[in-house]
Every structure is written in structure tokens, then in C-alpha cells.
């Protein structure tokens, strides 16, 4: 089949999602630089412990902090969903992780051991794309701008749950950085900028980008370990089918 006879879905499932045979390959992938998001299918052959395990092993090169190489649970949980979208049945939009950290995770690992079989569909939509989109001025005001981004709506004390700084950056080893988390649990602040309506005009036009913008959507399996290089995708999920759903993903972040 010719590249022209593709649907504009299956071109960017193309383009932006790669499949591994092995995890060998899988994991050698991830120690290049990562545009794509990487998909091992066979992961069945392994337990989930010792198949994350492994790939942490191998690729953790510096831990941040204590979130960093730590498994997380994702599912369901009523005694948390009011004040984690992540632990909700609800749909959660667009972001990119560790938004509110010094130093994001530069990619995460996420293990589906039981998916939802109508629901908690994946949804990426690459950066670069966006910001090839964002005007010229607007671009400025979120890499010169400071932003305030808490762990929660309920700021702590703690140094590594707020990042104050611009949206756009580079860090040490000269990789951009595109941070984004903006929704009624978790709103982004203005902290200070050359231009206070600049700032503000910027966040809603990245906003309404992400809500008319066609996101890639990938449906995952049961057993199906998945790379989301962070600096390269914001990514999110369809909400869950009901609150019943037995959907329980394992995410690591890894440096």
C-alpha cells in the first residue's frame, strides 16, 4: 500500500509509532534520542516486575528524585479520584508528566496489564508540530515568560512540586523542553513576564490548539509495554467505559 492510499490516521500512526519484535531492540532504542513512541507487543513472556525492572536497569542513567525508576499504579480508585485525574474515570487532557519538576522525566515507560475494552484510549500529539504552529510572539512569551506549575491545586512546601520558569526552555544537555499541565486540578499560573496579556493570550491559544487539534490515538493491549519520549509528546487518555473498568496501567519515569 502506497504511502498516498493511507488514511491521515494511519500516516501519523506511521510516522510517530514504532514497533519492537524484542527487548533488546525496544531498549537500545530508547538509549538514542526518542521522536517516536515505541510499542513492545511480546511483553507476555516476562513478569511484570522483572520485564520493568529490566528496562529500568538498563536505562536509568540519573535519578532526580524519588520519583524517578518507582513504579506507579494507574487505575481506578475512588478514595483518590476526586483529586487525581489519573486515579479517575474521566478523561484526561493533554499534558506532558513531571510538569511541576526541576528536571522532567525525559521519558516514561507504561505496562498494561488489563486495558478498558471501550474506553482509556491513549492520546498523543506531538510537540513540535505545535510549536511549528504557534506564532512567533506567542512562542517568545512562553520561553521568556516565568509560569508557575504545582504538583497539585494544593501547593506544598516542597521544592520538587513547584516549577516556576518558562514553558519553553533548554536544559543542561541542550534538549528543549515543552512542559504543559492545565486543567481544574492542576491550572497553570502566571508568575511574571515581559507582557502579562502576552503570557495569557499564549496559554489560552496552546489551549484551544490542543482541543482543535486531531491527536493521534493508539489503543493499547494487555501485556503491551510502551516508550512516550516526554520532551517530544504531550499525551492523555479517553475517559474510562464506567467507574467499574478493570483498566490498570504500571508508569515509570525514567531520565
Same mark, same amino acid.
Given at each position: ?9 494511519? #500516516? ?28 513492545? $507487543? ?5 513478569? #511484570? ?22 513504579? $506507579? ?5 475512588? #478514595?483518590?479520584?476526586? =483529586?487525581?485525574?489519573? +486515579? ?5 487532557? +493533554? ?31 506531538? /510537540? ?20 508557575? !506549575?504545582? &504538583?497539585? #491545586?494544593?501547593?506544598?512546601?516542597? !521544592?520538587?512540586? /513547584? ?7 533548554? =536544559? ?6 515543552? &512542559? ?5 486540578? /492542576? ?9 502579562? =496579556?502576552?503570557?495569557?493570550?499564549? !496559554? ?20 503491551? +509495554?510502551?516508550? !512516550? ?7 492523555? $487518555? ?8 478493570? &483498566?490498570?496501567?504500571? $508508569? /515509570?519515569?525514567?531520565?
Amino acid at each position: 500500500m502506497n504511502n498516498t492510499t493511507l488514511s491521515l490516521h494511519e #500516516r501519523r500512526h506511521s510516522q510517530f509509532i514504532e514497533y519492537k519484535d524484542t527487548l533488546n531492540d525496544f531498549i537500545s532504542q530508547m538509549q538514542q534520542p526518542l521522536d517516536k513512541i515505541l510499542i513492545y $507487543r511480546n511483553s507476555n513472556e516476562f513478569s #511484570r516486575e522483572s520485564l520493568l525492572q529490566n528496562v529500568i536497569a538498563q536505562h536509568q542513567k540519573i535519578k532526580t528524585n524519588d520519583m524517578f525508576g518507582d513504579i $506507579r499504579t494507574i487505575k481506578y480508585d475512588p #478514595r483518590f479520584s476526586k =483529586n487525581s485525574i489519573a +486515579l479517575s474515570a474521566n478523561a484526561h487532557h +493533554l499534558h506532558t508528566d513531571g510538569s511541576f519538576c526541576k528536571f522532567p522525566p525525559s521519558c516514561f515507560l507504561l505496562y498494561f496489564e488489563e486495558t478498558d475494552p471501550h474506553g482509556g484510549v491513549s492520546t498523543f500529539l506531538p /510537540v513540535a508540530e505545535m510549536l511549528a504552529a504557534m506564532p512567533a510572539a506567542f512562542l517568545q512569551a512562553i520561553t521568556e515568560s516565568n509560569f508557575c !506549575i504545582t &504538583r497539585s #491545586r494544593h501547593q506544598t512546601t516542597s !521544592i520538587d512540586d /513547584v516549577y516556576i520558569g518558562p514553558l519553553l526552555h533548554n =536544559n543542561q544537555a541542550g534538549e528543549q523542553i515543552f &512542559r504543559w499541565r492545565n486543567d481544574n486540578k /492542576v491550572p497553570i499560573a502566571i508568575e511574571s513576564a515581559p507582557d502579562l =496579556n502576552m503570557a495569557a493570550s499564549a !496559554i489560552n491559544w496552546i489551549q484551544t490548539y490542543l482541543s482543535d487539534t486531531p491527536y493521534i490515538e493508539y489503543k493499547a493491549k494487555t501485556d503491551e +509495554l510502551i516508550c !512516550i519520549p516526554n520532551y517530544s509528546f504531550l499525551h492523555g $487518555r479517553t475517559k474510562l467505559s464506567n467507574i467499574s473498568s478493570s &483498566r490498570c496501567v504500571y $508508569r /515509570v519515569w525514567l531520565q
